[in-house]
């Protein structure tokens, strides 16, 4: 497969950085798009922003035994259940991906999923490294995009601003952002989170091209 950088369709992009209405893809044509990355580079906060400026893009809410964060909303931010209700999603094949993170588990409802892209509406995961994995195997052509910090610097800096968590924790999530950084190369494509709404802006564009990425790892600083 020949390789290609990052381009999306010139005036799709134009349109999403004025803040224009853009047309999506065909249904046919559409793919499950995934946003991962480590802990701490600001996921959370992009899919925060598409939520704002892009109601049309149907985000999938994980199911996870973590406890809420202050301001977390149950069935928005995610679905908060204790081990039983997981374990027994597990058995039942109701979990299109799951995995654990620093003692939570976290896993994306399969119905949901299958259902909105049935239908043809632009589907968005964000979800940990195992998971991308899982997907992978199970959706090949799914469009995997990596989420990376300016820096490692910057990254230790975001997880320890967030003052919710114990040292022993972040601790623990410093060491699995380093094993997460280095799968940057079993991605599509990679976008450094210098600023939210121009990695909204370039996931919208990709969602509007078929043709402006390919299965190669490609970096976008």
């Keep these: 497969m020949t390789e290609r950088s990052w381009s999306g369709d010139a005036r799709a992009r134009e349109a999403v950085r ?7 893809l065909p249904s046919g044509e559409r793919r499950l798009t995934v946003l991962s990355g480590p802990s701490g580079v600001g996921k959370s906060t992009v899919v925060a922003e598409i939520r704002r400026a892009h109601p049309e893009v149907w985000l999938s809410v994980s199911v996870t035994t973590r406890r809420p964060r202050p ?23 109701e979990l299109l991906e799951w995995a654990e993170f620093a003692g939570n588990r976290y896993g994306t409802p399969r119905a949901a999923v299958l259902d909105k892209l049935a239908a043809g509406v632009p589907t968005l995961l964000e979800i940990d490294l ?8 199970t959706m090949p052509d799914a469009l995997l995009v990596f989420l990376a910090p300016p820096t ?11 003052g919710t968590e114990p040292e022993d924790v972040i601790a623990r999530r410093l060491e ?7 799968a940057e190369k079993e991605f599509d494509l990679t976008l450094v989170n210098t600023d939210v709404k121009d990695v909204c ?6 969602m509007t091209d078929p ?7 490609n970096r976008e600083v």
């Design 18 to 24: 004025a803040g224009t209405k853009v047309d999506f």
């Design 71 to 93: 301001g977390e909303v149950n069935g928005l931010h995610y679905f908060f259940v204790d081990g039983a209700e997981f374990d027994r999603l597990v058995e039942a094949g």
């Design 130 to 137: 195992e998971g991308a994995r899982q997907v992978r195997r």
């Design 152 to 162: 490692w610097e910057e990254l230790e800096k975001r997880l320890r601003g967030r």
């Design 176 to 182: 699995a952002g380093r094993i997460e950084m280095a």
């Design 201 to 206: 802006h370039r996931l919208i564009a990709l």
């Design 211 to 217: 043709l402006g990425v390919t299965t190669t790892t």
